[in-house]
């Protein structure tokens, strides 16, 4: 338990040594930033496959975890936002949201740089093309859930038709079911991050402790903050009025982007027994 412990210490100290509260204020801001490009351009691509619906499901989806207070405005702003007409798939706007979009997954990999004291080699114009290809994947990936989602409700009506005690039994298991789907998305492009972003490549065995601390962290932030807010959100409307909503959206985010960079901060102190360098290599 002490060197478990001791562990978590040194990964403190490593995170505030390699300037993690700067950065996870440059990742909340880039995400923020990122939010509304990424989802014009999800709602292109699936209004040129005939998709609308299944958009709208992957916008709701995207904040299922959020707590609700800061989902809420930030949800309905971007609503107003894709309800607008827009022009086809592959039109100028479009294009620079896409690369827009890819800025959040560049803030990213730079914490991850620093975290696992790595120097990106590769040239720029490289690393934001994977990062525009992970915007494409995300959207895919997205869209793909969201036509399952689309598809439960149905054949939760067929069951109800034909299998009512069935249907009836399985009930309980339905919102269950699709909080495990919105952890598992999250499961997945922790691991994608860690595995992929950073310079140099890092087995499962490296990089699992900060992904199930990350998890089950930010899980937990997202109950915290939002019981938070239901009792002191007012305190942030009375200071910032109509700011509230966008200062909360970047205090979770911070909070949030602190953990995952934490996260890779304590599976660099694990793969080096606990001895970190007190300079940055």
């Known amino acids: 338990?002490?060197?478990?412990?001791?562990?978590?210490?040194?990964?403190?100290?490593?995170?505030?040594?390699?300037?993690?509260?700067?950065?996870?204020?440059?990742?909340?801001?880039?995400?923020?930033?990122?939010?509304?490009?990424?989802?014009?351009?999800?709602?292109?691509?699936?209004?040129?496959?005939?998709?609308?619906?299944?958009?709208?499901?992957?916008?709701?989806?995207?904040?299922?975890?959020?707590?609700?207070?800061?989902?809420?405005?930030?949800?309905?702003?971007?609503?107003?936002?894709?309800?607008?007409?827009?022009?086809?798939?592959?039109?100028?706007?479009?294009?620079?949201?896409?690369?827009f979009a890819s800025s959040g997954v560049e803030a990213l990999r730079v914490a991850l740089n620093r975290a696992y004291d790595v120097k990106e080699t590769r040239s720029w114009w490289l690393s934001r093309l994977e990062?525009?290809?992970?915007?494409?994947?995300?959207?895919?990936?997205?869209?793909?859930?969201?036509i399952l989602l689309v598809l439960g409700p149905l054949a939760w009506t067929i069951a109800e038709r034909y299998a009512p005690l069935i249907a009836q039994d399985l009930e309980p298991l339905f919102q269950p079911v699709r909080y495990g789907v919105t952890t598992g998305l999250l499961a997945i492009a922790l691991f994608a991050a860690h595995k992929f972003l950073p310079a140099e490549r890092r087995s499962f065995k490296v990089i699992a402790p900060g992904i199930a601390l990350t998890l089950i962290a930010s899980l937990a932030l997202g109950v915290g903050f939002g019981a938070y807010l239901a009792r002191y959100a007012s305190s942030y409307i009375s200071m910032y009025a109509g700011l509230a909503s966008i200062v909360i959206a970047i205090v979770f985010l911070q909070m949030l982007a602190a953990i995952f960079i934490y996260g890779a901060e304590l599976n660099q102190t694990v793969a080096a027994g606990g001895k970190n360098p007190k300079n940055r290599a």
């Open 131 to 146: 990062s525009i290809l992970y915007v494409f994947l995300g959207a895919a990936a997205l869209l793909a859930v969201a």
């Open 1 to 99: 338990m002490r060197k478990f412990i001791r562990l978590l210490y040194e990964a403190y100290l490593k995170f505030n040594r390699d300037d993690g509260w700067a950065i996870a204020s440059y990742i909340a801001l880039s995400i923020l930033t990122s939010l509304f490009p990424f989802l014009i351009f999800l709602t292109a691509l699936a209004g040129f496959f005939g998709l609308r619906g299944e958009a709208e499901t992957a916008r709701k989806l995207l904040f299922e975890a959020w707590p609700a207070s800061v989902a809420g405005p930030i949800s309905d702003q971007i609503r107003n936002v894709l309800t607008q007409p827009r022009g086809g798939l592959l039109t100028l706007g479009a294009v620079f949201a896409i690369y």
